[in-house]
Nanobody
Framework: QVQLVESGGGLVQAGGSLRLSCAPSGRTFSSLAMGWFRQASGKERESVAAISRSGYSTLYTDSVKGRFTISRDNAKNTVYLQMNSLKPEDTAVYYC??????????????????WGKGTQVTVSS
């Protein structure tokens, strides 16, 4: 079993930045592909970014390309989502997800087996 705890959410003005962190426990971190997803109120959960086990491969949804960066520090057992130039439409609960099955990187939610409880990100205009 893998437990995921997100942190770093909060309230920020449009144009500002936040960095989300997620620290899985219960399994060797380097064996996990990781992803970030978000769900705005009244909307379906959507993928944001994903990173392979090694960190060499990443994927982003189009709406965050050039603004968000996913990274991982396998020595610190932590995955990050650096969010810059935030927009009100980025407001959502952000979830960290992990998969021990993926040999590559994907943003398909059903490929992930473990999920955190989420952290709220609110961007004011």
């Amino acid at each position: 079993q893998v437990q995921l705890v997100e942190s770093g959410g909060g309230l920020v003005q449009a144009g500002g930045s936040l960095r989300l962190s997620c620290a899985p426990s219960g399994r060797t971190f380097s064996s996990l592909a990781m992803g970030w997803f978000r769900q705005a109120s009244g909307k379906e959960r959507e993928s944001v970014a994903a990173i392979s086990r090694s960190g060499y491969s990443t994927l982003y949804t189009d709406s965050v390309k050039g603004r968000f960066t996913i990274s991982r520090d396998n020595a610190k057992n932590t995955v990050y989502l650096q969010m810059n130039s935030l927009k009100p439409e980025d407001t959502a609960v952000y979830y960290c997800a992990a998969s021990p099955r993926l040999g590559t990187v994907t943003m398909t939610p059903t490929s992930y087996d473990y999920w955190g409880k989420g952290t709220q990100v609110t961007v004011s205009s």
